[in-house]
């Protein structure tokens, strides 16, 4: 598990690239004339939910370190 607020926003960094390629390769898919494979797209879509659910997740984490060190109203340290 990250610990620090730079490992904590890598790590977000990774699950949001992971959406992307992977929302990009399936619009690839869908676009092509060829036969859709339902069952394939299905199971990238599901991918893609749980990567969504793995940076929200990292970003409660850094949520939780972040309002520890700075009062998310003002903007100043505690």
Do not use: C
């Amino acid at each position: 598990m990250a610990t620090s607020i730079r490992d904590l926003f890598h790590d977000v960094g990774n699950w949001h690239n992971k959406i992307s390629v992977g929302a990009g390769v399936t619009k690839a898919e869908l676009s092509e004339e060829k036969k859709v494979d339902v069952k394939g797209l299905i199971k990238r879509l599901s991918e893609l939910e749980q990567f969504v659910m793995g940076a929200d997740k990292v970003l409660g984490q850094l949520k939780d370190v972040v309002y520890k060190a700075i009062d998310p109203d003002t903007g100043k340290p505690r």
